[in-house]
């Protein structure tokens, strides 16, 4: 079976990176539990291009570059690829693909194949489920609701990851929620 993951907040823990980043430069303050969605615009209320400003600076940033994996991640990998191939597709910039490379072989080596479908933020050149269709994926693994929908929409299985920002969504047959990689790992 060929498996599709996202990388931010699926693989990677982005958020907590982002809100050490954010408390540090900017305010008001965040924490976790206020991402009940999904963009700083929706829970602080500034701009896009605001919010855009702020991504691109924590994309270049330390903080972006020292994003540990989510708890189990790295484990689960390991089992779930000796039975399954695993494609990483993430709405990172493209022009970040080598920094996201060297932290996919610091932390997931096994993953060789990448797909980046963002050139511009808030701004995608292909979907998540154009992606997998293409390729040939069987399910994708994600946290966002968009993408969740989208690939349900194309009859593609989703895995969602239960967060805080995915919580006001009932999904249909085709998508499993899990509270964690373990989890995963089991039932795959």
């Known amino acids: 079976m060929k498996i599709a993951v996202d990388l931010d907040d699926t693989l990677a823990d982005s958020l907590t990176s982002f809100i050490e980043f954010y408390n540090k430069n900017y305010k008001p303050k965040i924490k976790y539990e206020d991402f009940i969605a999904y963009t700083l615009n929706e829970i602080i209320g500034i701009s896009k291009e605001e919010e855009n400003k702020i991504l691109e600076q924590f994309d270049n940033s330390k903080y972006c570059d020292e ?83 989208a690939c349900e929409k194309a009859g593609i299985k989703v895995i969602v990851i239960n967060y805080p920002w995915n919580q006001n969504k009932i999904f249909g047959k085709l998508v499993r929620r899990v509270k964690s990689w373990e989890e995963i790992a089991s039932l795959l």
């Open 67 to 149: 994003v540990k994996p989510i708890k189990g991640a790295v484990e689960a990998i390991k089992k779930i690829i000796k039975k399954h191939e695993i494609v990483v597709i993430t709405q990172r910039l493209k022009r970040f693909e080598t920094k996201t490379r060297l932290w996919l072989a610091k932390y997931f080596p096994e993953i060789k194949d990448v797909f980046f479908i963002r050139n511009e933020y808030h701004k995608l050149v292909k979907s998540k489920a154009e992606i997998c269709k293409e390729i040939g994926a069987d399910i994708l693994i994600d946290d966002a609701i968009s993408n969740v929908v």
